[in-house]
């Protein structure tokens, strides 16, 4: 029952990613999705690293960005035919030098977690990121390399000139990589990263190398990083510095963090919502990394285990059929906590625009004028206000819905 139960949501989650473009289907929603595909594999694989073997890097992007820059090189071969295979294995030639990179670096830097590790990783980063301005002929300098996925051989009739085909090449990508990183956390090896991670000393005293684990998780990490990296040069066909530096490694961090480490779902999750506020949000506010920090800080402090962390709470009140407990107090809480949310960001773009107008939500603000600050901020405070008066009523409600009952019907603290 279990079996059928895990192939039912493999099954949903291939079909769910298929059918995407059904119902989406203009130039930029296309072009969204393809960026998801990235980013989910990317953050996967960091969460081998730091959720799952419990090893912090701040230079992952290493892995994405020289698979990538393989990859690009890969598809100049094809063009001039100095090699001739199809283009739907070139995730797996960015994958190659990833667990190649890892192979070598892993040597020395999985000898130690925390910030041993940590620091290692940062200073890898910056190494290969300077590199990458110095050694021109295979990383371009600052202008990159770029190639064209079109030269390749078509794959049955398909030649690749649509995004929504390297989209639908990305999905069975994803769908593979998601699969064996899966697998990967159900084989002894996965099984005893989680352990390293707790408690490395108690692993080494029942016969196991805390170093060796460490390292094949690190290789692993390595090996689908470069697959991202691979779909990355597929999707743009060009890749830069910027795709191996500091920079991208902070935000597949965010990614995983956010979405919630330790568990298989969470960087799915946050990878979908790092890619909306960089394609959506980005689109209608220059000030998204504000807003995206803000959601980094306030996820650290009150859902320290990430929106995958959050949605699992629940688990208890889901198997008990005590979800309908929580609706009501949900709502009595939730709606002023959007609406304090909409008033802060109304605040926020107002001081920050130049223009004497500021449209937002379908109404008008005047950006210079002391009274609608103050209508705005009157919402927020009452908004805030409302969301505090509430509280006492959801978390009564929380523990009822969770409450443990023991074998005599009694409930238990």
């Known amino acids: 029952m279990a079996l059928v139960k895990k192939s ?40 081998m690293l730091l959720g799952q073997g419990g090893m912090l890097s701040f230079g ?12 690009v090189h890969a598809l100049i071969m094809i063009e001039f035919e100095t090699v001739y295979f199809s283009i739907i294995w070139i995730p797996l030639v ?3 030098i990833g667990l190649l990179a890892a192979l070598f670096i892993g040597t020395f830097s999985t000898h130690k977690a925390g910030t041993v590790f940590a620091m290692i990783s940062l200073g ?10 110095i050694f021109v002929s295979f990383f371009g300098g600052e202008a990159g390399v770029s190639g064209d996925r079109t030269f390749g051989p078509p794959f049955f009739g398909v030649e690749w000139f649509q995004n929504v085909e390297i989209y639908y090449l990305a999905v069975a990508w994803v769908f593979i990589a998601t699969l064996f990183m ?32 460490r390292y094949i998780t690190f290789c692993a990490a390595g090996l689908f990083a470069g697959v991202a990296g691979g779909l990355f040069a597929l999707n743009y066909e060009f890749i830069t510095e910027e795709n191996l530096n500091a920079a991208t490694s902070g935000r597949v961090l965010l990614s995983a963090y956010i979405g919630g480490l330790g568990y298989f779902i969470g960087p799915i999750v946050g990878a979908v919502i790092l ?17 995206l920090g803000i ?72 950006s210079n004028g002391a009274m609608d600050f103050g209508l705005i901020a009157l919402v927020a405070i009452g908004a805030l206000v409302c969301v505090r008066k509430s509280l006492p009523q959801l978390k009564a409600a929380w523990e009822s819905a969770n409450e443990v009952i023991d074998e005599t019907g009694e409930s238990e603290s």
């Not at 892995?63 to 393989?70: I, M």
């Not at 005893?192 to 005293?205: G, I």
């Not at 980005?282 to 998204?288: G, M, P, R, T, V």
């Open 8 to 47: 039912a949501l493999w099954i949903a989650y291939l079909l769910a990613l298929l059918s995407l473009p059904q119902f989406f289907d203009s130039v930029l929603a296309i072009s969204i999705f393809n960026q998801m595909a990235i980013a989910i594999v990317f953050a996967l694989s960091y969460n």
């Open 60 to 71: 992952h992007a290493v892995y994405f960005g020289l698979g990538g820059f393989l990859a």
């Open 94 to 96: 960015g994958g190659f």
């Open 124 to 133: 890898i980063g910056e190494l290969i990121a300077a590199s990458s301005l």
């Open 182 to 213: 899966y697998l990967f956390t159900q084989t002894p090896a996965g099984k005893m990263a989680n352990a390293v991670r707790d408690n490395p000393e108690r692993a080494e005293f029942i016969g196991y190398s805390a170093r060796r684990v």
């Open 275 to 291: 890619t909306l506020m960089n394609s959506l949000l980005s689109n209608y506010s220059d000030l998204w990394m504000l807003y």
């Open 295 to 366: 959601m980094f800080l306030l996820t650290v402090l009150f859902l320290p285990r990430g929106f995958a962390g959050f949605i699992m709470m629940h688990q208890v009140a889901w198997i008990r059929g005590t979800m309908k407990q929580l609706i009501v107090p949900y709502l009595l809480s939730g709606i002023p906590a959007v609406v304090f949310v909409m008033s802060s960001i109304a605040l926020i773009e107002l001081s920050h625009t130049e223009d004497a107008e500021f449209y937002y939500l379908g109404l008008t603000f005047d």
